[in-house]
């Protein structure tokens, strides 16, 4: 009889478990008691290849071919959320004061398993201990698996101590690496700090991966203060970043707001696509709230081209909510191209057969394509 799948993993996970005690004897054994991991260890940035050995002794050659000897198990594992499980066991089985010898054991190492094991230890290791973790990464040789281990000490620190975490981003050496952690951090900060993300993310040099922390950022700050992050956006010489902006912190200040927003974005905003998807996303959140005031509001609006864009979010929300109120209005519309795009909208989201009482001048297939004329 072929043996149960649970049964399975449980033999696994117990043979991961017994390997790693058997690394631990051996280590513990070999090394001695430790020092517990002062919180105030001096923080540095990576240091060349080659310049200084890794923090930390990798484990004694028993104890560190018993933790291969558990990867290979998890390696040979073909089904993947099997083996991310395993990964996920073997990771929490290892105690806070062994983090250190395993890490640089697995530093040694190259398998799929081990990347994703280091990921887990790094993250964990920070939430526990960032100082420890941080001073760790920061003397090891520089490579791509220690940069990609120094990004992620540093967002697991920023969510448990986000000025910490960027104090420690500050202090490694202008290049890309910081940059990304940087970018990492920044992205972290942005909901809860964003004045600080803000500050981050315009010491960095230009660049598309700035400015869309800039967009991202400035629209958790219009969250809170929706006043000062356009008044600082309209300072920024860059005219298309600036329209970027803009249009970020109107649409995130739309859901306290939404007829300020729309104005503004009327009088702000440039005529063109940039506008017109800012005035398009406003609309739709009033709709959310209060359609017949986005409706009255978008009706007076003297350009038909925004009119036609803008119409056709406003019917889909509205007409998903209450389909008699969204018909009652659009009765009566004159008989303009903006009250055929309306009634084609509405027709797709409720089926002419399935709503009583309702009526339009023309089917939606005689609709004709959008123009720019009433």
């Not at 929706?226 to 298309?240: E, G, M, N, R």
Request: glycine fraction near 4%; include cysteine; charged fraction near 20%.
């Amino acid at each position: 009889m072929r043996p149960s799948r649970n049964i399975l993993n449980g033999a696994l996970v117990i043979a991961l478990i017994l390997a790693l005690a058997c690394a631990r004897q051996i280590t513990q054994r070999s090394s001695g008691s430790r020092a517990k991991s002062s919180e105030q260890l001096e923080i540095t940035a990576p240091k060349a290849s080659g310049s200084e050995s890794l923090h930390g002794q990798a484990a004694p050659g028993r104890a560190q071919s018993s933790i291969v000897d558990s990867l290979s198990l998890i390696d040979a594992e073909n089904d993947p959320e099997r083996r991310t499980d395993l990964v996920k066991t073997f990771s929490d089985s290892i105690p806070s004061p062994e983090m250190s010898s395993v890490m640089s054991t697995l530093m040694e190492l190259n398998t799929a398993a081990v990347a994703e094991l280091r990921q887990l230890l790094a993250r964990r290791w920070a939430q526990e201990s960032p100082y420890a973790a941080a001073q760790w990464a920061g003397r090891l040789p520089e490579s791509q698996a220690a940069a990609d281990l120094s990004r992620h000490i540093a967002i697991a620190w920023a969510e448990t101590d986000l000025h910490a975490a960027i104090s420690w981003v500050s202090s490694f050496r202008e290049g890309s690496l910081k940059s990304d952690m940087v970018l990492d951090v920044a992205y972290e900060a942005a909901a809860m700090d964003p004045l600080a993300s803000m500050r981050m993310a315009v010491g960095l040099s230009p660049s598309a991966d700035r400015d869309n922390l800039l967009v991202h950022t400035i629209s958790q700050w219009a969250q809170s203060d929706s006043t000062a992050a356009v008044a600082w956006a309209q300072t920024v010489p860059d005219v298309d970043l600036r329209q970027q902006l803009l249009s970020s912190a109107l649409v995130a200040s739309a859901k306290d707001n939404p007829a300020g927003a729309a104005n503004l974005a009327l009088s702000v905003l440039n005529p063109g696509e940039a506008q017109d998807r800012a005035v398009v996303a406003i609309v739709q959140r009033w709709a959310e709230s209060s359609p017949r005031n986005a409706a009255d509001w978008l009706m007076r609006l003297l350009d038909p081209r925004v009119q036609q864009v803008a119409v056709q979010n406003l019917v889909s929300v509205w007409a998903a909510h209450d389909a008699a109120d969204t018909s009652t209005w659009l009765n009566t519309l004159p008989d303009t191209m903006v009250r055929r795009i309306a009634w084609n909208t509405y027709s797709q989201i409720i089926p002419q057969q399935n709503v009583a009482g309702t009526s339009w001048s023309g089917s939606p297939a005689s609709t004709q394509p959008v123009s720019s004329k009433n």
